[in-house]
């Protein structure tokens, strides 16, 4: 008998995070992959569907300019619904903390469909920080069959909150599958100006990424000054910030940031590209969940631009600094790393802080013996 699995992705971070898995699940002649988009990010989703050459099922199409959680729910909620209806898949596979995710289990959960959720048990213990997905990921841990904790603190979280021990396991995160995966590809960069910044060595550079919902507004605006200062103070450094494709991040990091001779600011850059600009960087300054897990395997040091992060580790192992979007911190932070090369060297270590590049295996042989064939 073969099992149909629901595989729900939305966004980029999803879709980077689950193509280990499908391609895992595609490989059991026993299971039978049906991959659904949301589509709650467009253009950003589309650059990995095509990297990974995943082959979507149903593309939902939702996304909207500028659209609210609300949209992003009802949307992805009615759509997913039908699609469960139709198939009655034997279990619905989800990632993370995002509305996708977060809907996929919940429409799943209403039809007593078995969840498993890769990535859990990541929590800031804080419902605001990051807004909404500490909420995302707690409402699937409570209604998931099987919880994938990518670390040994991840599941001391959800043992903490009374999650049966024996619907856990740890695995390490599907991130380092997909980044150990890229860089195995060797693929040239896509972008000639691209491509000769990052092999002319002779500067540095510092590489940007910020996104998050609750930095909208002032947040934001004092993050860019602080840029700005940063970069008049270095003028020989380089910064290229990949700018998130959200209007309320666009549109302020344009009006700050453009125009200055030592910053780039290039749409967002396909996963192939944004690895080798990462590997290329001389530390990173970002509020991104998955780049605080992958800059440690590159042995890049990471400024998180948050207040609290659901990834200690990485700063438990002193290969990342929280620095919040605040202006002092950003700078003091910023020229420790550019002046004080002891302190540099001792932070850019290369460290598999979460995770061997197996985890989707060893997901992937938890959900067959859920499901009973192995
Ligand atoms: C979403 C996730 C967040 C994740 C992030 C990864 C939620 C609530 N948020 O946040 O957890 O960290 O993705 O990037 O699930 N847009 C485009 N093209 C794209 C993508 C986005 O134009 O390809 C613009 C649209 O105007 C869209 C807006 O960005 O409405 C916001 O997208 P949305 O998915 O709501 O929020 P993100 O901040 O991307
Ligand atoms: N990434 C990318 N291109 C970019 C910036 C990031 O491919 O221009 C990748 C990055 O390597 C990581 C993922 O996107 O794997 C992180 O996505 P994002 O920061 O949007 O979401 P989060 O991880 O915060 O949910």
New binding site residues.
């Given amino acids: 008998m073969t099992h149909k699995i629901f595989l729900i992705i939305?966004?980029?971070?999803d879709a980077i995070k689950m193509a280990p898995v499908i391609r895992e699940i595609k490989m059991q002649s026993v299971l039978e992959p049906i991959v659904v988009a949301t589509a709650?990010?467009?253009?950003?989703?589309d650059q990995v569907l095509k990297v990974f050459d995943i082959k979507v099922d149903y593309d939902l199409n939702i996304?909207?300019?500028?659209?609210s959680?609300d949209n992003?729910t009802i949307s992805a909620l009615d759509g997913i619904a039908k699609l469960l209806d139709k198939y009655k898949p034997s279990m619905t596979v989800v990632q993370g903390?995002?509305?996708?995710s977060f809907v996929g289990g919940l429409a799943s959960f209403y039809r007593k469909i078995p969840i498993a959720h890769v990535e859990a048990g990541l929590r800031t213990n804080d419902l605001f920080h990051?807004f909404?997905?500490e909420a995302?990921r707690r409402l699937l841990d409570a209604i998931s069959q099987l919880l994938f904790p990518p670390t040994k603190i991840a599941l001391q979280n959800l043992q903490a909150e009374n999650v049966p021990i024996e619907k856990c396991f740890i695995t390490g995160n599907t991130a380092i599958d997909s980044l150990m995966w890229i860089i195995n590809q060797k693929k040239p960069i896509s972008i000639p100006e691209l491509e000769k910044i990052t092999s002319d060595k002779s500067k540095r550079i510092i590489v940007i990424t910020a996104?998050?919902?609750e930095s909208f507004g002032a947040p934001f605006l004092e993050f860019i000054a602080a840029i700005r200062e940063l970069s008049k103070g270095f003028p020989d450094v380089l910064i290229i910030y990949p700018v998130?494709?959200?209007?309320n991040v666009d549109d302020p990091v344009r009006s700050g940031l453009s125009g200055i001779d030592n910053i780039l600011l290039p749409k967002p850059l396909g996963y192939a590209d944004f690895v080798t600009l990462m590997n290329r960087a001389y530390f990173i300054l970002t509020d991104?969940?998955g780049i605080q897990e992958e800059a440690p395997v590159l042995g890049k040091p990471v400024l998180v631009l948050r207040d609290v992060t659901e990834r200690p580790e990485a700063v438990e192992a002193g290969a990342a600094k929280i620095v919040g979007m605040h202006r002092d911190k950003i700078l003091v932070e910023s020229r420790k790393l550019l002046l004080d090369d002891q302190e540099y060297r001792k932070i850019a270590q290369k460290r598999f802080i979460y995770g061997d590049g197996k985890a989707s295996k060893r997901i992937v042989k938890k959900i067959m013996k859920y499901l009973g064939d192995s």
């Fill in positions: 939305g966004t980029r971070p709650q990010h467009r253009e950003m989703l996304m909207r300019s500028n659209q959680l992003i903390d995002t509305t996708s990051p909404p997905e995302n996104h998050r919902r998130h494709l959200n209007p991104s969940g």
